[in-house]
């Protein structure tokens, strides 16, 4: 079976859409451009987005979108998606236009998260030109960066994700806040690249249909001036700062316009696959990272 290489894309809906603008340039430090069909482009790198967001009724997270290395790749996982009793429908000429691919195909996972596949992405190779001053994200070879989804029906989507789409397991949290109730799961899977993961699954539904989404800088300093950017302009806190104990990822999480949280971090760990193994742990973080801020009120 074909492999998915990367998070290619992530697509998003705002009853605002001058919000995410705002929020994109001024906090995250990034470029944006306007659509002829009024969307919004988000812009991180050499390609012409990593986040495409929807003006609409409602702020919520629409679609992940994964990309495969070729054609002959993209054609496989959809004989292997069809082979696997799974549905799919092929974009027409005008979301491949609005996803600046060759090909799209849209599958939904057992919870009813939307998926896009896609390959053969289009660019004009333009400079990313960070108006913050953010030198780079680090998106090499490595795709956006990480999503994380809500999975309360978690056996069949990992199953969903481990058998359909290809997924593997980089590790296992199993969150425990009661002792005396049972686990909620937290899976953190890998993909056709040394990040550590590009997707995890976590045993609970959010409204925003997104736990959070990760972007990741190269340098702790740019993480701090983020840090910075996001209380002059009044971002709420999700998370305070810390370092995470799998991936090693030094981070702080924050509100988006539409809802769901945005890991903002570095130093995340690259990992060889073929010396990998697979372990559970029982802390989040080695310090920091205390999310209760999210649910009290920035301290």
């Known amino acids: 079976m074909s492999t998915v290489q990367s998070l290619s894309y992530i697509v998003t809906q705002v009853q605002d859409l001058e919000s995410w603008r705002h929020y994109a340039e001024e906090v995250l430090g990034m470029m944006t451009t306007t659509e ?8 991180m790198d050499e390609r012409p987005f990593r986040i495409l967001v929807q003006e609409g009724a409602t702020d919520v997270y629409l679609a992940s979108g994964w990309e495969l290395g070729s054609e002959e790749d993209f054609n496989a996982m959809l004989k292997h998606i069809a082979e696997q009793g799974v549905s799919y ?3 027409d000429r005008e979301m491949c236009v609005s ?27 333009q400079p990313f ?3 913050q001053g953010v030198p780079r ?12 989804l809500p999975a309360p029906n978690f056996d069949e989507c990992a199953a969903f994700y481990r058998d359909v789409l290809g997924f593997r397991k980089s590790d296992i949290f199993n969150f425990r806040p ?22 995890a699954i976590a045993e609970y539904d959010v409204p925003s249909k997104c736990v959070h989404m990760m972007v990741e800088v190269d340098s702790m300093t740019e993480v701090g001036r983020a840090h910075d950017r996001r209380e002059a302009h009044g971002v709420p806190l999700s998370a305070t700062l810390g370092q995470h104990l799998n991936d090693k990822m030094t981070s702080f999480y924050m509100k988006t316009p539409s809802g769901f949280d945005l890991e903002f971090g570095w130093g995340g760990l690259l990992v060889d696959w073929e010396k ?8 989040v973080s080695v310090w920091g990272h205390d999310f209760s801020v999210g649910q009290q009120g920035e301290k």
């Open 36 to 43: 002829a069909d009024g969307s919004l482009r988000i812009k």
């Open 89 to 91: 429908e092929l974009g």
């Open 99 to 125: 996803r600046g691919v060759q090909a799209v195909a849209t599958l939904s996972d057992p919870a009813g998260n939307q998926h896009e596949l896609s390959w053969g992405h289009i660019s004009a190779c």
């Open 129 to 131: 030109v960070s108006p």
């Open 137 to 148: 994200f680090v998106t090499d070879g490595m795709g956006l960066g990480h999503t994380v």
């Open 178 to 199: 009661d002792p005396s109730a049972d686990a909620t799961r937290i899976h953190f899977m890998h993909c056709g690249n040394a990040r550590h993961h590009s997707l």
């Open 276 to 283: 990998h193994s697979v372990f559970e742990f029982n802390r």
